[in-house]
Structure formats: structure tokens, C-alpha cells
């Protein structure tokens, strides 16, 4: 079964960047699209990423232009470069398959934007 770990969260100030990544267990990148959700308290889990098995990208709205979607084939690592973050992005940030739900959800990264 394909697992999914999510690491590189933290706290950073309105403005900054941070780098999240997601290590699959297996080779699963050349097969399936992934991507990266976000969630708040109370709220549902929204996409904000997708990168699929032939590299095309898509963002939502809320983030296109700031954040960027791509993957290590080799290490089997799929990453989020969030730039110009605002606090309205914080959330916990997890990832799994682009499409369908390829995995159990992990316990995802918690990203905090605040000054």
C-alpha cells in the first residue's frame, strides 16, 4: 500500500517562503497524479496542487502565482515551494493522490503564517 510522509512545515512570517515535502513509499509518481491539500480547523480538505504522472501542474486559485508544484522522480519526493506566504495560509498541509485518494491520510505538516 502506498504511504505518504509530509515534512518541512513550521512557523514564518507574512512575506516568507517555505519548502514542504512528501516522500511516497514506492515509485508511484510516473503512474499517478499527486497533490497537496490543506485543511483548517472545521473546515473541509481542499486541493491546492496537482502535479500528474506527466508533470503537468494545476493550482487553485488562492495560491496560483506563489505556490509551486514538482517532484524527484529518483528520490520519490514530490515538494511545495510556497512563496509570498499570507496567514490566511495556514493550515495543515498533507499530500496524496491527485485524483483519487491513493493513500490513508497522513498526519500531514503544520504550517503557521504569522508575524
Known amino acids: 500500500q502506498v504511504q505518504f510522509v509530509e515534512s518541512g512545515g513550521g512557523l514564518v512570517q507574512p512575506g516568507g517562503s517555505l519548502r514542504l515535502s512528501c516522500a511516497a513509499s514506492g515509485s508511484i509518481f510516473s503512474i499517478y497524479a499527486v497533490g497537496w491539500y490543506r485543511q483548517t480547523p472545521g473546515k473541509q480538505r481542499d486541493l491546492v496542487a496537482r502535479i500528474t504522472h506527466i508533470g503537468s501542474t494545476n493550482y487553485a486559485d488562492s495560491v496560483r502565482g506563489r505556490f509551486t508544484i514538482s517532484r524527484d522522480d529518483g528520490k520519490n519526493t514530490v515538494y511545495l515551494q510556497m512563496n509570498s506566504l499570507k496567514p490566511e495560509d495556514t493550515a495543515v498541509y498533507y499530500c496524496?493522490?491527485?485524483?483519487?485518494?491513493?493513500?490513508?491520510w497522513g498526519q500531514g505538516t503544520q504550517v503557521t503564517v504569522s508575524s
Open positions: 496524496n493522490g491527485g485524483i483519487g485518494i491513493l493513500a490513508p
